[in-house]
C-alpha cells in the first residue's frame, strides 16, 4: 500500500503542481491524502482546490481523501483565529493590524470561491482519517492535532503533551499538518509525522513539501519530499491577484 501525503497548500498551485510531478515521477499511489488548508493565503485559491476535485473525479472519494484544516474552516463559517487579547496600546495596534490584514486576505480568498469549491471545504470540516492497514494497524490523519484543527504539534512539543493529544486514538502511527515543518518522531508508542507544507513550508522555504508512505504488511518505509518550484512566478501571481497583503 503506497499513499502519498499532501497538506498546506494554501492557495499555492505552482507548488501543488511542483509535489503532483515530483509524485508521477515516483510512479501510481493507491490512495492520496490530503490534510486541509487548501485556499486561504496564496494567489490560486480556487484553482488549487479544483486540483483535488480532478483528483477525486479521476479516482474517486476513498481513492483520494480530503480533510478540512482551520483556514479551510474560517473560510466556510467566516470565523477568523482566536487571539489573545492585547495587553497595552502598543500590543493593540500590531494586533489590530495584524486582524485587518488576516481579515482582508481571507475576505478576498472568499471572493474567489465559488459554490463547487465552497462545498469542497464545507465537506472536510472537522473530518479526520481513520484507516486500518492489514499488517501493520490503525493509522491516524488529522490537520493538527486530533480533535483540535488548531493544536499545534511539533518537532518540539513535550512528550507528555504529545501523548496526550493521542489519549483516545488506538494505534501507533499518527499523521499531521499545520505547523509548516516536516517532521518523523518517536513519542511513547506512538511514531508522528508531518508531511511539511506544500504552499509554505517554514524549514524548506521555495520547496514544496509531501510525504510518500509505503506500507508492507508490519513495515513502513517513509520519504519525506522536498522540490522546488518557481518562486519567482508566484511572487509575481501575487502581485497580480490582487491579494491584499502579499507576504
Same mark, same amino acid.
Given at each position: 500500500?503506497?499513499?502519498?501525503?499532501?497538506?498546506?497548500?494554501?492557495?499555492?498551485?505552482?507548488?501543488?503542481?511542483?509535489?503532483?510531478?515530483?509524485?508521477?515521477?515516483?510512479?501510481?499511489?493507491?490512495?492520496?491524502?490530503?490534510?486541509?488548508?487548501?485556499?486561504?493565503?496564496?494567489?490560486?485559491?480556487?484553482?488549487?482546490?479544483?486540483?483535488?476535485? $480532478? #483528483?477525486?473525479?479521476?479516482? %474517486?472519494? *476513498?481513492?483520494?481523501?480530503? /480533510? &478540512? =484544516?482551520?483556514?479551510?474552516?474560517?473560510?466556510?463559517?467566516?470565523?477568523?483565529?482566536?487571539?489573545?487579547?492585547?495587553?497595552?496600546?502598543?500590543?493593540?495596534?500590531?494586533?489590530?493590524?495584524?486582524?485587518?490584514?488576516?481579515?482582508?486576505?481571507?475576505?478576498?480568498?472568499?471572493?474567489?470561491?465559488?459554490?463547487?469549491?465552497?462545498?469542497?471545504?464545507?465537506?472536510?470540516?472537522?473530518?479526520?482519517?481513520?484507516?486500518?492497514?492489514?499488517?501493520?494497524?490503525?493509522?491516524?490523519?488529522?490537520?493538527?492535532?486530533?480533535?483540535?484543527?488548531?493544536?499545534?504539534?511539533?518537532?518540539?512539543?513535550?512528550?507528555?503533551? $504529545? #501523548?496526550?493529544?493521542?489519549? %483516545?486514538? *488506538?494505534?501507533?502511527?499518527? /499523521? &499531521? =499538518?499545520?505547523?509548516?515543518?516536516?517532521?518523523?518522531?518517536?513519542?511513547?508508542?506512538?511514531?508522528?509525522?508531518?508531511?511539511?507544507?506544500?504552499?509554505?513550508?517554514?524549514?524548506?522555504?521555495?520547496?514544496?513539501?509531501?510525504?510518500?508512505?509505503?506500507?508492507?504488511?508490519?513495515?513502513?518505509?517513509?520519504?519525506?519530499?522536498?522540490?522546488?518550484?518557481?518562486?519567482?512566478?508566484?511572487?509575481?501571481?501575487?502581485?497580480?491577484?490582487?491579494?491584499?497583503?502579499?507576504?
Amino acid at each position: 500500500m503506497r499513499i502519498a501525503i499532501f497538506s498546506d497548500i494554501h492557495g499555492n498551485e505552482l507548488a501543488l503542481l511542483a509535489a503532483l510531478a515530483d509524485l508521477k515521477a515516483l510512479g501510481a499511489v493507491d490512495q492520496y491524502w490530503f490534510l486541509g488548508d487548501y485556499a486561504a493565503a496564496g494567489p490560486r485559491p480556487a484553482e488549487c482546490i479544483r486540483h483535488c476535485l $480532478a #483528483l477525486v473525479a479521476e479516482h %474517486d472519494s *476513498e481513492t483520494v481523501r480530503c /480533510i &478540512g =484544516g482551520n483556514t479551510d474552516r474560517y473560510l466556510v463559517h467566516g470565523e477568523r483565529k482566536r487571539l489573545p487579547a492585547a495587553q497595552d496600546a502598543g500590543e493593540w495596534e500590531e494586533r489590530k493590524r495584524l486582524i485587518q490584514e488576516t481579515s482582508a486576505n481571507l475576505d478576498w480568498t472568499i471572493a474567489q470561491l465559488g459554490w463547487e469549491e465552497y462545498e469542497f471545504l464545507r465537506a472536510g470540516i472537522g473530518v479526520e482519517i481513520a484507516q486500518e492497514l492489514p499488517g501493520y494497524g490503525w493509522c491516524h490523519a488529522y490537520h493538527a492535532v486530533p480533535g483540535d484543527d488548531e493544536g499545534v504539534l511539533s518537532p518540539d512539543t513535550p512528550e507528555h503533551i $504529545a #501523548l496526550d493529544f493521542l489519549l %483516545d486514538r *488506538e494505534g501507533s502511527l499518527g /499523521i &499531521g =499538518g499545520h505547523v509548516h515543518l516536516q517532521y518523523d518522531r518517536v513519542v511513547g508508542h506512538w511514531r508522528l509525522l508531518n508531511p511539511g507544507s506544500i504552499g509554505s513550508s517554514r524549514d524548506a522555504p521555495g520547496q514544496a513539501q509531501w510525504a510518500l508512505f509505503h506500507f508492507q504488511g508490519s513495515q513502513l518505509q517513509v520519504t519525506l519530499r522536498a522540490v522546488p518550484y518557481d518562486v519567482s512566478a508566484f511572487q509575481q501571481q501575487m502581485r497580480q491577484s490582487g491579494f491584499p497583503h502579499p507576504f
